[in-house]
Every structure is written in C-alpha cells, then in structure tokens.
C-alpha cells in the first residue's frame, strides 16, 4: 500500500435524487450543479487529483465537460437510499487497493449540493486541517446556528415537548437566544478526511475539528434553495 503525500478531492453525485430529481446535473448560472463542484476543485493548487463519482454513466459523461482526473462508476450497492456517504469512498479506494495503485494521504469532499465556495476558504480549511492534523481525525467547516435548536420543540402523546429532554413547560425553553449556547452546523463547504481513517471504517472519528466560515451558504435539497443559489450566483456575476 503506497500513499502520497497529497489532497484529492472526491466528488460524489449519485442520480436518483429525491426531493428535486436529476437535481445534480440541472443547470444554475449556465452550468451543470456538480460543475461548479468540479471547477473549484480542478482550481485549487491544493488539490493534486480532483475525482467523479456517480451510478450514472450520464452523469460521469456531463461530468467530462469539466476538469477531472478521473471517474468513478460506483455499484448500485453504494448508490440507493440508504449508502452512506464512507461507502462511496471506501468503494474508490479498495479498487485501488485492488490494482495496487497509491493513494493519497487525504481525501477533500465537495458535496454537489453546496455549488457556492470561496477559494480562500478552502486553501484556509487544508492549511488549518495540515497545520492541526497530528491531533485531529477530520475537519469539518461549519456555520453559527442562528436560532437556538434548544428552542424547537417535539411532539410526545401530542402536546410539545422541549427537544433535549422530556419536558413539557415551554416557558422554559422559549428564552432570547443569548440564554443558550452557541450551537453550529455543518455547512458542506468542504470535508477534509484521513485516508487510514477510511480504512479503519469511518469518515469523521471523535476529533472532528471545525471550521467556523461566514461565507454564503446553500445546500440544495429542492426547487427553493436552488433559485436562491441561482440569484446569488447571478448577484456575483
């Protein structure tokens, strides 16, 4: 097993999207969704091999309009509802592992889903992922969650109930937000994993360190987020 010492970026777009079918290969700002994926990565000096992965042969083929080293035609195992997204990379590296060609150190993840990123966040993210990465198992960029989740609320014998334990006085829950801790969420701008972590079964482990980003973020699930990345694609244009 060699490894290089390298960052290559795996892009997965599997085609039997739910909430917006074909959604991966639909166009916004005149290019396919998983082009704006491609061309940032291809852009990135950091970045030494920029891979395609999809179920779909036409999808691997609207993905050869844009620079990429190489295609990956995942199983259909790997491609339903339910494969997790380390499937697909583990899927890519045992058949290299198969034909005995290296690998990289590092993978980086551009999810399709996400088409707007900034190219100093990115080189920001693999900086402070190489400067850190002796003492971490991943790194994830994230976003400050605006309103508290500690405010939302399930529903148990139906009356609402508070979401972290089974309290039913929303007196207590319903609190300005500065009452609660700040809370983040992943935003898909980029993942950056371990190569021997893959192989050991994971993606993330227990030291995900983040990346706190201020950039505009999308992560394009139906026809309403798509028109907002649209309009703001067009305003930077």
């Known amino acids: 097993m060699y490894f290089k010492n390298e960052f290559w970026a795996l892009i997965p777009a599997r085609s039997k999207s739910k909430g917006l079918k074909h959604k991966n290969i639909k166009k916004i700002a005149g290019k396919h969704l998983i082009g704006h994926s491609l061309i940032t990565a ?7 091999k920029v891979i395609f992965s999809s179920d779909s042969k036409k999808y691997i083929q609207i993905a050869k309009k844009y620079k990429c080293d190489e295609f990956h035609l995942r199983s259909k ?6 494969a997790s997204e380390y499937s697909v990379f583990r899927e890519y590296i045992n058949q290299k592992l198969k034909k005995k060609l290296p690998l990289p150190l590092y993978f980086v993840h551009f999810r399709p889903t996400a088409p707007i990123r900034n190219m100093k966040t990115i080189n920001k993210a693999i900086n402070y992922f190489k400067k850190n990465k002796k003492k971490i198992t991943c790194l994830r960029t994230a976003s400050v969650v605006n309103d508290p989740p500690y405010r939302t609320s399930r529903i148990i014998n139906g009356k ?4 972290t334990k089974k309290d039913f006085d929303l007196d207590k829950w319903f609190r300005p937000r500065h009452f609660f801790p700040k809370t983040y969420k992943c935003n898909c701008i980029i993942d950056i994993y371990k190569t021997k ?11 995900v360190i983040p990346l706190i980003t201020n950039d505009f973020k999308i992560d394009i699930d139906d026809k309403k987020d798509f028109k907002i990345a649209e309009n703001y694609l067009k305003l930077k244009t």
């Open 197 to 207: 972590n893959i192989l050991k079964g994971y993606l993330f482990g227990d030291k």
């Open 160 to 163: 609402l109930c508070a979401l």
């Open 77 to 82: 195992k790997n491609s339903t509802d339910n």
């Open 42 to 48: 291809g852009k990135c000096k950091k970045i030494k």
